[in-house]
């Protein structure tokens, strides 16, 4: 009997045990999932503060510019009413009508997606009959100047096209393009590509050979073969899980084709070894997202743009940081000259600044009266390396010639407006743009869902194309064909083939 009681025990204290350990482990859940809401908690808190202090930086920004600027207002007025001419119906100074510039890192992306809807090999052919940029003696393209605060707007995406001459529009599946009637047509364009995409295609890369383009969305970048549209090769990290939400904002192929570099919100500029598919250095250090990646020449160098502020210069051989170039806004662009010795950053803060590689210093800051007046949002030096085309968020570009002594000593050229002329024709967000190789025409791409070819002697926009039915977030150009790419919020990339007009509206058919 005794044995019996003593056997019943044991069970009686499993069955605790057991509650005891489902106690145990539903308070640990409890723990977890509460540590995990404080965790949210806190990250909003921190973002929510750092909106504050954007604003905070914005609107003390708008306080110096209309101190800054004040003076001057005054001056004329009082110089008109002297002339005896009537300024009380001029009022105040206008502000400019437009959306305000981002206020976070999350917001300076919120500003390409906002607003966002789903859409619809050899020599240059023909570059004799492009306009041509006059060189001088040394053969250097020379830009001549106009009257940069008179920009000439064009109205192609006014013009309808049921009213346009058939030399004057050309349409595909899902695309169409309309070319100036003010000026002579020599542009034909085709589709070649269309690369649908699982997200948002936040950027596009050609490798230098042409034969593959690069592209960046969610989690992911892919490699596609130039000639067939076929996706070859996806890199993905698989410290990423499919709930992860981290946007590939920009990606760029090394010099010698064999590594891409990438950046994104995880703040890691990371190198992939693109046949072996891993990744083969991380460089650790920015604050916030990765908006803007660029290789130098040599391959060397690797230049991260990023909304904390920063430009950062890698040694991509010994994993070094060689520079931090700090600026006064979040940056959302990058450029490397063709020589590989100076930097540009494009930023909110409204001006491009440019730093010389090998000292670190600030060599010159663009802006000035005839500047952008709003958050500039990319940056490219022209293949001459002597002038640099911005966008931004006043709907602009902006064409600025670099000083001759570049270089020879640190600063800024004060109040000297390098600006040689502002393009104007795009309705919204001049979010990308870029050269083509030969200097002879600039690509932009906007959040109003289009792209033009402008001349950049002359700031005249010769053709508009419509092919995404979201804004257009990356343009690039193939160095070695005329074939150009785009990345769009329509979860889509296509790649595209530009060529001299011949009348012929098969035109590029017809050569092959």
């Known amino acids: 009997m005794d044995n019996t009681h003593h056997g019943t025990v044991p069970a009686s204290s499993s069955r605790s045990a057991v509650l005891l350990d489902q106690i145990r482990q539903e308070f640990q859940n409890q723990t977890r999932a509460s540590a995990e809401v404080e965790y949210k908690l806190t990250g909003q808190l921190h973002e929510m503060d750092m909106m504050r202090q954007m604003i905070s930086e914005l609107e003390a920004m708008q306080l110096k510019m209309k101190e800054k600027y004040e003076p001057t207002f005054l001056a004329l007025r009082h110089q008109l009413e002297s002339c005896g001419v009537p300024v009380s119906s001029l009022g105040a100074v206008a502000s400019?009508?437009?959306?305000?510039?981002?206020?976070?890192?999350?917001?300076?992306?919120?500003?390409?997606?906002?607003?966002?809807?789903?859409?619809?090999?050899?020599?240059?052919?023909?570059?004799?009959?492009?306009?041509?940029?006059?060189?001088?003696?040394?053969?250097?393209?020379?830009?001549?100047?106009?009257?940069?605060?008179?920009?000439?707007?064009?109205?192609?995406?006014?013009?309808?096209?049921?009213?346009?001459?058939?030399?004057q529009k050309k349409e595909g599946s899902g695309w169409y393009a309309v070319f100036s009637p003010e000026v002579q047509r020599v542009l034909d364009v085709e589709l070649v590509h269309h690369l649908a995409h699982d997200s948002v295609a936040c950027a596009v890369s050609f490798s230098p050979d042409g034969k593959y383009l690069a592209t960046s969305c969610n989690r992911q970048s892919r490699i596609w073969d130039v000639t067939t549209g076929e996706n070859i090769i996806t890199l993905r990290d698989d410290s990423l899980t499919k709930k992860d939400d981290v946007y590939i904002r920009s990606v760029c192929f090394s010099p010698d084709g064999k590594y891409l570099a990438t950046g994104s919100e995880e703040r890691n500029v990371k190198i992939w070894d693109i046949s072996a598919g891993i990744i083969t250095q991380t460089f650790s250090g920015h604050e916030q997202d990765i908006y803007s990646?660029?290789?130098?020449?040599?391959?060397?160098?690797?230049?991260?743009?990023?909304?904390?502020?920063?430009?950062?210069?890698?040694?991509?051989?010994?994993?070094?940081?060689?520079?931090?170039?700090?600026?006064?806004?979040?940056?959302?662009?990058?450029?490397?000259?063709?020589?590989?010795?100076?930097?540009?950053?494009?930023?909110?803060?409204?001006?491009?600044?440019?730093?010389?590689?090998?000292?670190?210093?600030?060599?010159?800051?663009?802006?000035?009266?005839?500047?952008?007046?709003?958050?500039?949002?990319?940056?490219?030096?022209?293949?001459?390396?002597?002038?640099?085309?911005?966008?931004?968020?006043?709907?602009?570009?902006?064409?600025?010639?670099?000083?001759?002594?570049?270089?020879?000593?640190?600063?800024?050229?004060?109040?000297d407006d390098s600006c040689v002329r502002t393009m104007k024709g795009h309705k919204d967000f001049v979010l990308t743009a870029c050269w083509t190789p030969d200097g002879n025409w600039i690509i932009s791409g906007s959040k109003d869902h289009g792209l033009q070819f402008w001349d950049p002697h002359t700031g005249t926009a010769h053709m508009l194309l419509q092919g995404h039915r979201n804004s257009v977030l990356s343009v690039t150009v193939s160095s070695t064909d005329t074939l150009f790419a785009t990345g769009s919020g329509d979860k889509s990339a296509k790649i595209w083939r530009y060529s001299a007009y011949t009348g012929n509206q098969h035109s590029w058919d017809a050569l092959l």
Not at 114 to 141: C, F, H, K, M
Not at 146 to 153: D, F, K, S, V, W
Request: glycine share 12%; charged share 15%; proline share 9%.
């Open 293 to 415: 990646l660029a290789f130098a020449g040599n391959g060397r160098y690797v230049a991260s743009g990023s909304g904390d502020k920063t430009v950062r210069l890698w040694d991509v051989l010994s994993g070094e940081l060689v520079h931090i170039f700090n600026i006064e806004g979040g940056v959302t662009a990058v450029s490397v000259s063709p020589d590989g010795r100076y930097v540009a950053a494009a930023s909110l803060d409204m001006n491009v600044q440019i730093w010389d590689t090998t000292t670190g210093i600030m060599v010159e800051r663009l802006e000035g009266p005839n500047g952008h007046n709003n958050s500039v949002y990319c940056v490219a030096f022209a293949p001459s390396g002597r002038h640099i085309v911005s966008g931004s968020l006043d709907d602009t570009m902006k064409l600025w010639e670099l000083t001759a002594s570049r270089g020879a000593y640190p600063g800024v050229r004060d109040e």
């Open 96 to 167: 400019v009508p437009h959306q305000a510039a981002p206020s976070s890192s999350q917001g300076l992306w919120g500003g390409y997606q906002n607003g966002y809807g789903p859409p619809p090999p050899t020599d240059l052919p023909g570059t004799a009959e492009r306009p041509s940029i006059p060189a001088d003696s040394a053969g250097v393209q020379q830009i001549k100047p106009l009257p940069p605060h008179e920009p000439q707007p064009n109205m192609l995406a006014d013009l309808n096209r049921v009213n346009l001459s058939a030399s």
